[in-house]
């Protein structure tokens, strides 16, 4: 089947712009993270969903950021005032249960560049 | 707080070498352990997994042991391929931390015939 998909797969915008990067699990998935990888870096937890709610936000680096899912199936990570910094790749992961210790499906990323 | 350290990379070697990646954790609790893998433009991929001390996890000719004594969980393989050369992350779950993955900043094997 389908695995998680994301969409743009390449983001370049301007400083000070808003961006919204989408993400669709995998079918039947309840739970969806959302992670941020720079150059070199490991992925870094931003953001968990269980279904629609967000059930821990707490790798959010500032207000700027915000994700919904509205319908408990495709979310959306939005970016405000985009700055250089939040230049990275951002991976979008799904699994089958509440998470605990259940694979993490990941999808292919996208890349943002804030000029 | 919850971290993973792995070795620096590039690892270079040649086929039918023997490889060892190694990575330490810390975190409070009794985590769970996982290798993750990213093939050249492709997405992460779990490699293998251990839930609990001692336990082997293993797929595709590796595997790593997780021991608790020396917070370790070290990857290896007996004979690598062309076809390994990839991006290799160690992370954790900490259950008393949620059930989001921290990964340690990844290794790069590149391999050569």
């Known amino acids: 089947g389908a695995g998680v998909s994301q969409t743009p797969s390449n983001k370049v915008t301007e400083k000070g712009k808003y961006v919204e990067l989408r993400c669709d699990p995998i079918?039947?998935?309840?739970?969806l993270y959302w992670y941020r990888q720079s150059l070199g870096q490991g992925p870094e937890f931003l953001i968990y969903f269980q279904g629609t709610g967000a059930a821990d936000d707490s790798g959010l680096p500032n207000d700027r950021f915000f994700a919904v899912r509205p319908e408990g199936s495709v979310s959306t990570l939005k970016i405000q005032r985009t700055e250089r910094g939040d230049s990275a790749v951002y991976l979008c992961?799904?699994?089958?249960?509440?998470?605990?210790?259940?694979?993490?499906?990941f999808g292919p990323g996208t890349r943002l560049t804030v000029l | 707080g919850n971290s993973v350290t792995q070795m620096e990379g590039p690892v270079t070697l040649s086929e039918e070498a023997f490889l060892t990646i190694n990575c330490t954790y810390t975190a409070t609790g009794y985590p769970s352990l996982f290798w993750y893998v990213q093939y050249p433009g492709e997405g992460l991929q779990l490699l293998l997994k251990?839930?609990?001390?001692?336990d082997k996890g293993s797929n595709k000719g590796f595997e790593a042991t997780y021991r608790k004594e020396t917070t370790s969980f070290h990857l290896e393989k007996g004979s690598v391929q062309v076809s390994d050369s990839a991006v290799y992350f160690c992370?954790?779950?900490?259950?008393?931390?949620?059930?989001?993955?921290?990964f340690g900043k990844g290794t790069t094997l590149s391999v050569s015939s």
């Open positions: 992961a799904s699994s089958s249960d509440r998470g605990a210790y259940n694979e993490q499906f």
């Open positions: 992370a954790l779950i900490s259950r008393q931390a949620g059930t989001a993955l921290i």
């Open positions: 251990a839930t609990k001390a001692d």
């Open positions: 079918s039947g998935h309840t739970a």
